[in-house]
């Protein structure tokens, strides 16, 4: 039988930035990611569906401290040098030592805090060459999640969303996650994002239809479910 989709709260979404569990839960994060390839997963999509051209923009909403995209730009810089990326989060987490680093790969790393619906509905003429999103569109239902893709399609020519997995299977692993030492607000918001993960054509059936776009959706890896947008019109621009 197959899970009905359910969003529910986050704990490390409520809590301060520099509260101590929440300092926890997002090292947890990193080792969560790691254990779902995701940095893999997200560079080999970005690789494949990039195209010829050579991206100079890249957009990463919900990007946290900004180590997952620097783990992807540490696979991509050699093909890919000199991006500019936008890191946009609702927290001020990027350190000067991640903005070095983004720096070392000759990346520039511009974060931007601020909630995702505000910063698209105030940047009407922002373009971007790639937008992404790691474990980020399930934290939200319809209309809001309609509404948030028709904004990532306004901005960019590609996206690539890397989302739980909502499955059977990723439930039973996100339940133990305690094996690998991650803390309570890990533990819960685990489960919470595969109950709120998708599977099958979810996404390409509310990504906004208007033509001109080529869309990919599959299960990647063990736990991950990949969403793709490639605009195909003449000029492959917003």
Do not use: Y
């Not at 923009?57 to 000199?82: C, H, Q, S, Y």
């Not at 720096?103 to 909630?115: F, K, Q, R, S």
């Amino acid at each position: 039988m197959a899970l009905p989709r359910r969003v529910e709260p986050e704990l490390l979404d409520q809590l301060p930035a520099d509260d101590p569990r929440a300092q926890r839960s997002r090292r947890d994060l990193r080792r969560v990611n790691a254990w779902m390839l995701q940095v893999g997963i997200m560079a080999a999509a970005l690789r494949r569906h990039g195209g010829a051209r050579q991206p100079r923009t890249l957009l990463e909403i919900g990007a946290g401290d900004g180590t997952f995209m620097l783990r992807v730009a540490r696979k991509l810089a050699p093909t890919f040098p000199g991006v500019t990326v936008m890191l946009l989060d609702q927290q001020d987490l990027i350190t000067r030592a991640t903005r070095d680093a983004f720096a070392a790969l000759t990346w520039t790393a511009e974060p931007i805090v601020a909630d995702a619906f505000s910063f698209f509905d105030n940047a009407a003429t922002l373009r971007a060459d790639v937008v992404t999103a790691n474990l980020f569109l399930h934290h939200f239902e319809e209309p809001r999640l309609s509404r948030l893709l028709a904004q990532i399609a306004r901005v960019g020519s590609l996206f690539v969303a890397c989302e739980p997995r909502r499955a059977r299977f990723p439930l039973a692993g996100s339940h133990m996650l305690w094996a690998i030492g991650c803390n309570d607000v890990s533990r819960h918001d685990a489960v919470v994002s595969v109950h709120a993960g998708f599977n099958g054509n979810e996404l390409s059936t509310v990504w906004p239809g208007d033509g001109g776009w080529t869309l990919h959706e599959r299960p990647a890896g063990l736990f991950t479910h990949c969403f793709v947008a490639r605009r195909e019109r003449a000029g492959d621009g917003p």
